[in-house]
Protein backbone atom coordinates (compact mmCIF):
# COMPACT_ATOMS: atom_id res chain seq x y z
CA UNK A 1 0.00 0.00 0.00
CA UNK A 2 2.97 2.87 0.95
CA UNK A 3 4.68 1.88 -2.14
CA UNK A 4 1.44 2.77 -4.24
CA UNK A 5 1.07 5.76 -2.80
CA UNK A 6 4.78 6.80 -3.47
CA UNK A 7 4.37 5.96 -7.33
CA UNK A 8 0.83 7.92 -7.21
CA UNK A 9 3.17 11.29 -6.10
CA UNK A 10 4.44 11.33 -9.76
CA UNK A 11 0.53 11.58 -10.71
CA UNK A 12 0.40 14.92 -9.13
CA UNK A 13 0.52 17.18 -12.16
CA UNK A 14 0.64 20.56 -9.98
CA UNK A 15 3.53 19.80 -8.41
CA UNK A 16 7.23 20.47 -9.32
CA UNK A 17 9.13 17.09 -10.12
CA UNK A 18 11.25 17.56 -6.76
CA UNK A 19 8.27 17.72 -4.78
CA UNK A 20 7.47 14.73 -6.75
CA UNK A 21 10.70 13.32 -6.23
CA UNK A 22 11.08 14.02 -2.10
CA UNK A 23 7.87 12.55 -1.52
CA UNK A 24 8.28 8.89 -3.30
CA UNK A 25 11.71 8.99 -1.35
CA UNK A 26 10.05 9.91 2.14
CA UNK A 27 7.15 7.62 1.67
CA UNK A 28 9.08 4.70 0.50
CA UNK A 29 11.86 5.43 2.89
CA UNK A 30 9.10 5.49 5.65
CA UNK A 31 7.33 2.59 4.53
CA UNK A 32 9.97 0.48 3.64
CA UNK A 33 12.07 1.02 6.84
CA UNK A 34 9.94 -0.53 8.91
CA UNK A 35 9.28 -3.46 6.95
CA UNK A 36 13.14 -4.08 7.59
CA UNK A 37 13.28 -3.85 10.46
CA UNK A 38 10.42 -6.16 11.46
CA UNK A 39 11.94 -8.99 8.74
CA UNK A 40 14.92 -8.63 10.41
CA UNK A 41 17.45 -7.35 7.72
CA UNK A 42 19.23 -5.18 10.35
CA UNK A 43 18.86 -5.15 13.49
CA UNK A 44 17.53 -1.87 15.67
CA UNK A 45 20.77 0.12 16.55
CA UNK A 46 21.25 3.59 15.48
CA UNK A 47 24.47 2.29 13.45
CA UNK A 48 22.88 0.36 11.43
CA UNK A 49 20.16 2.43 11.05
CA UNK A 50 22.42 5.38 9.98
CA UNK A 51 24.36 2.52 7.26
CA UNK A 52 21.11 1.68 5.96
CA UNK A 53 20.04 5.12 5.84
CA UNK A 54 23.41 6.40 3.94
CA UNK A 55 22.72 2.83 1.60
CA UNK A 56 19.14 3.47 0.82
CA UNK A 57 20.22 6.98 0.03
CA UNK A 58 23.17 6.08 -2.89
CA UNK A 59 20.60 2.88 -4.11
CA UNK A 60 17.50 5.71 -4.55
CA UNK A 61 20.13 8.21 -6.01
CA UNK A 62 21.87 6.22 -8.49
CA UNK A 63 18.26 4.43 -9.87
CA UNK A 64 16.51 7.72 -9.76
CA UNK A 65 19.78 8.72 -12.41
CA UNK A 66 19.55 5.94 -14.15
CA UNK A 67 15.54 6.04 -15.23
CA UNK A 68 16.31 9.88 -15.59
CA UNK A 69 18.87 9.01 -18.18
CA UNK A 70 16.54 7.23 -19.51
CA UNK A 71 13.47 9.32 -19.64
CA UNK A 72 15.72 12.01 -21.22
CA UNK A 73 17.24 9.60 -24.22
CA UNK A 74 13.63 8.66 -24.73
CA UNK A 75 12.31 12.36 -25.01
CA UNK A 76 15.27 13.30 -27.15
CA UNK A 77 14.32 10.19 -29.65
CA UNK A 78 10.39 11.69 -29.80
CA UNK A 79 11.65 15.14 -30.31
CA UNK A 80 14.24 14.40 -33.24
CA UNK A 81 10.88 12.62 -35.19
CA UNK A 82 8.94 15.38 -34.47
CA UNK A 83 10.92 17.24 -36.32
Do not use: C
Not at 18 to 35: A, I, M, S
Not at 52 to 73: A, C, D, E, H, P
Amino acid sequence: MDFYLGRSAFKIDNWSLLQQVETHFLVTFFGFTPLAILAGWFPLRWDWLISYTITFIIVYLVVWFLKMSILKSQVEKVNQKLK
